[in-house]
C-alpha cells in the first residue's frame, strides 16, 4: 500500500514552474539571514583581500574599467553590496545583470531610486544564462552566481562556460549549498527518491568542486552560517507563506499536499530533530532551522595575471 502512495504522487521538480518557484524564493528570503550573513562577509577583510585586492593586483597593467556579470542576479539583494565594495577601488564599473524572472525589475527599481555608485553603469538581461551566451561574446573580469547555480544544469558544462566568460586574471564567485547541510541533508534527496522527473536534484558544492578538480582548475573556498525561521510551515498548518517556504526548501511544488505521507512525515521529522526554539525580541518562540548553516563560497581565478 505504500508503494502505491508513493507512485500515486508526483514530486515535481520546483523548477519546472518558475512562477512558484519566485513565491517561494520570496518567502525564503523573508526568512532566512542568509543575505545579512553575506552582506556582512561582503564587507569584510575576507572579500576585500580574495576579490578587490586580487583584482586590483591581476588588472594593475589595465584600463581600470571593470566588467561585471551577475548570473541570476534576482533582485540584486547581494549583488549592490558586491559593486559597492568594488566602486571604492575601480574607477570605472560596467555591470551586466542576467535574470530571467520579474524580479529584474525589482533590482533596476532599486538602482534607479537609490544608485549603487556614480561610476557604475548598467546593462539589464530578462533572459536566461544560455540565451545571454548566444547573443554576447563578452569577458568579465568578475563574475557572480549568488543563488542560482542550483538552475544551471550539470556543472561540467556551466563551469566550463562561466570560465571561458572570464578575462585572464579574472575571479568567479559561486556560492552553493554543501552536501552535508541545507537541501542536501533533507531526506527526500536520499538517492533512492532522486528522479530527474519529479523531484528536485540540486547541485551542491561537492559536484562542483568535483568538475573544478577534473578540469583540473584551482580555487579557494570559504564557509558562512544561516538559519531559516520555519515556525510558519511548523506550527501552522494554514499559512501559505510557510508552505512556500516548505516547497522552497525541498525543492518541490506544493510538497505538503503532493509528498506521500511516509516522505512527507520523513521531512518533518528531520526538521524538528535539526531545529530548536528561539525566543524573538517581542518575547515569542520561533523555531530555527540551523541545518542550513554550511553554505560553499568558491573562488576561482582564471590563468595568469593579464599583461
Request: aromatic share 8%; with cysteine.
Amino acid at each position: 500500500m505504500m508503494a502505491s502512495n508513493m507512485s500515486e504522487n508526483k514530486l515535481l521538480n520546483l523548477l519546472t514552474d518558475m512562477n512558484h518557484y519566485h513565491k517561494a524564493y520570496a518567502a525564503y528570503c523573508s526568512k532566512t539571514t542568509k543575505w545579512q550573513e553575506l552582506q556582512k562577509w561582503t564587507e569584510s577583510a575576507e572579500f576585500e583581500s580574495i576579490v578587490v585586492a586580487n583584482l586590483s593586483k591581476n588588472l594593475s597593467a589595465m584600463d581600470q574599467q571593470i566588467r561585471v556579470l551577475g548570473i541570476g542576479s534576482g533582485e540584486g539583494i547581494l549583488e549592490i553590496y558586491q559593486l559597492q565594495k568594488l566602486a571604492t577601488k575601480f574607477p570605472k564599473i560596467s555591470a551586466s545583470v542576467v535574470e530571467p524572472s520579474e524580479l529584474i525589475t525589482k533590482y533596476k527599481d532599486t538602482v534607479g531610486r537609490n544608485p549603487v555608485a556614480d561610476n557604475i553603469t548598467f546593462e539589464w538581461h530578462k533572459q536566461t544564462f544560455d540565451e545571454y551566451l548566444a547573443c554576447n561574446d563578452k569577458k568579465y573580469h568578475f563574475i557572480s552566481v549568488v543563488h542560482a547555480v542550483h538552475s544551471l544544469g550539470d556543472p561540467d558544462v556551466f563551469i566550463k562556460k562561466m570560465y571561458m566568460l572570464l578575462e585572464p586574471g579574472g575571479i568567479l564567485l559561486l556560492t552553493l549549498v554543501t552536501d552535508h547541510t541545507g537541501v542536501g541533508s533533507i531526506p527526500l534527496h536520499q538517492s533512492e527518491l532522486k528522479d530527474d522527473k519529479t523531484t528536485n536534484n540540486y547541485v551542491n558544492s561537492s559536484q562542483v568542486k568535483a568538475t573544478l578538480e577534473k578540469l583540473q582548475i584551482e580555487y579557494t573556498q570559504s564557509i558562512y552560517k544561516e538559519t531559516t525561521d520555519i515556525t510558519d510551515f511548523m506550527t501552522n498548518d494554514d499559512s501559505e507563506e510557510g508552505e512556500l517556504l516548505l516547497d522552497f526548501l525541498t525543492g518541490v511544488i506544493n510538497f505538503k499536499k503532493s509528498a506521500p505521507d511516509d516522505v512527507r512525515d520523513r521531512v518533518m521529522r528531520h526538521f524538528q530533530q535539526v531545529s530548536r526554539i528561539e525566543k524573538t525580541d517581542d518575547g515569542d518562540e520561533k523555531m530555527s532551522y540551523k541545518h542550513t548553516s554550511d553554505i560553499d563560497i568558491l573562488f576561482v581565478t582564471r590563468g595568469d595575471k593579464a599583461k
